[in-house]
């Protein structure tokens, strides 16, 4: 017996041209799906290593892939190694790093265009810092790395202004993203919204309409990239610029509408609204 899901709350969307978001939250076997993990796929935790993942959830995402013909991409800031340490042998398609990493659903792998390592002095006074603001999380992933403050969040401005000096002495091409608690150091030619378009234009995405749903500050490059496409935007809780076609509540409805869309129809053309 599956339990009905709640009614996401509607959101109007922004923009010019986006759909009504009146059909959007069914399950389709035409969609592309693409998911953020942290805040999405997994509650947040106080740590990125304390993450937890529920045991039944790598089970639904491999039926949901099945459905889709493969057509299904964990998108995450997380680095692809530590995606498979969460998720071992899910043998999805998958984004690392805000999209400088990339595996397509054959497992091929490979780095984006301009996906490079990050200059050893940003890595080591980034490093650096964990000393001068103690309880702050350095979190180095090659192209890209991580300041976590969670644990002290007072933390947040000094951090992101120091994070912010480093960037601007090094010259290099890269950017500072915030995040939930987090700070993000990327190349500015990395983001989920290219990943999404570079999956998109090959089998077996391609043809499909692309959903992204996501929780965070990187994840808008995803909205509007889907948004190009005529894809869906589907933003988990609160937050966010409104660039999205739905709201929902949290990684729980997340998880609660991928399992009906596990242990439901297989038929192409099932509609199968939850
Ligand atoms: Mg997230």
């Known amino acids: 017996m599956v339990r009905p899901l709640p009614e996401p709350e509607r959101v109007p969307a922004a923009g010019a041209g986006r759909k009504k978001p009146d059909t959007v939250v069914a399950f389709d076997d035409r969609m592309a799906l693409f998911l953020d993990v942290d805040g999405t796929l997994l509650d947040i935790a106080i740590a990125p290593d304390a993450v ?36 071992p042998a899910l043998g999805c398609a998958m984004a690392g790093q805000h999209g400088a990493e990339m595996r397509s659903a054959e497992g091929c792998e490979g780095f984006m265009t301009g996906a490079i390592a990050l200059p050893p002095a940003v890595v080591a006074a980034v490093e650096g810092l964990s000393k001068r603001y103690p ?51 990327a190349p500015k030619a990395v983001s989920k919204g290219r990943a999404i378009e570079h999956f998109m234009r090959q089998p077996p995405f391609a043809f499909r309409r692309p959903v992204f749903i996501g929780d965070d500050v990187t994840d808008e490059d995803g909205f509007a990239a889907v948004a190009r496409m005529g894809g869906l935007a589907i933003r988990v809780g609160e937050g966010g610029t409104g660039n999205y076609d739905h709201r929902v509540e949290s990684a729980a409805w997340v998880r609660g509408w991928l399992r009906v869309a596990a242990n439901s129809g297989v038929s192409a053309h099932d509609h199968g609204s939850v």
């Not at 529920?54 to 995606?83: D, K, Q, Y």
């Not at 976590?148 to 601007?168: K, Q, T, V």
């Open 52 to 87: 937890v993942v529920p045991p039944e959830l790598p089970g639904h995402l491999r039926r949901v892939a099945t459905r889709l013909g493969g057509a299904l991409a964990l998108v995450s800031g997380r680095a692809i190694a530590a995606l498979d340490r969460l998720f």
């Open 135 to 185: 309880g702050v999380v350095i979190e180095p992933k090659g192209v890209t790395m991580a300041a976590h403050f969670r644990l002290e969040p007072d933390h947040g401005p000094a951090l992101a202004a120091a994070l912010a000096a480093i960037l601007e002495e090094s010259h290099a091409p890269l950017e500072l993203i915030p995040g939930k608690f987090v700070f993000e150091i």
